[in-house]
């Protein structure tokens, strides 16, 4: 299930309450219904804000919330090795879980990257998921690490 998009002139807000969210333009809401597991499931693209430089990767969500990709997520340095974990969304639109990968290529040891915590919001017309990880890496001169930027963006229905 997809939400609609509001469309006119002015500032759009979501509010979180309830397990419901709602979406206001001046003082006209419109309630929509509590978030579901389902809204996460079928094929997105997530962005990993992880230095050297941001990784883009296709993921295709099971309706249990686990995820997988059938490639490497190649950027220019470093290579991505198939991220999988598994993210959860409540009834109020907030997405948790956990996410790993290994990095590797360019002139620095491979590596094993973990998030064991995801804190995401997903957007009011349920294209977007946005917030930031925390987690530990296995090499580097920082081990551990919190605040970094994830987000996944809709692509198409599961397959």
Same mark, same amino acid.
């Given at each position: 299930?997809?939400?609609?998009?509001?469309?006119?002139i002015g500032?759009?807000?979501?509010?979180?309450?309830?397990?419901?969210?709602?979406?206001?333009?001046?003082t006209?809401?419109?309630?929509?219904?509590?978030?579901?597991?389902?809204?996460?499931?079928?094929?997105w693209e997530f962005?990993?804000?992880f230095?050297p430089?941001? @990784?883009?990767c296709?993921?295709? $969500?099971? !309706?249990?919330? &686990?995820?997988?990709?059938?490639?490497?997520?190649?950027?220019?340095y470093p290579y991505v090795n198939?991220p999988?974990?598994?993210?959860?969304?409540?009834?109020?639109?907030?997405v948790?879980?956990?996410?790993?990968?290994s990095?590797f290529g360019?002139?620095e040891?491979?590596?094993l990257v973990t998030f @064991?915590?995801?804190s995401?919001? $997903?957007? !009011?017309?349920g &294209?977007r998921v946005?917030?930031y990880?925390s987690g530990t890496?296995?090499t580097?001169?920082?081990?551990?690490?919190?605040?970094v930027?994830?987000e996944?963006?809709?692509?198409t229905?599961g397959?």
């Amino acid at each position: 299930m997809r939400f609609k998009t509001l469309l006119g002139i002015g500032p759009v807000v979501a509010l979180f309450c309830s397990g419901a969210m709602a979406e206001c333009q001046g003082t006209a809401c419109k309630l929509f219904s509590p978030c579901q597991q389902s809204m996460l499931q079928g094929n997105w693209e997530f962005f990993l804000g992880f230095q050297p430089t941001d @990784s883009v990767c296709p993921v295709t $969500i099971a !309706a249990s919330g &686990s995820f997988t990709t059938a490639s490497l997520c190649v950027d220019n340095y470093p290579y991505v090795n198939r991220p999988s974990g598994t993210v959860t969304i409540d009834t109020s639109c907030h997405v948790t879980g956990s996410l790993s990968f290994s990095l590797f290529g360019g002139n620095e040891p491979d590596e094993l990257v973990t998030f @064991s915590t995801i804190s995401m919001w $997903i957007s !009011a017309d349920g &294209s977007r998921v946005s917030g930031y990880g925390s987690g530990t890496r296995s090499t580097g001169n920082f081990n551990s690490f919190h605040g970094v930027p994830l987000e996944m963006v809709y692509r198409t229905a599961g397959q």
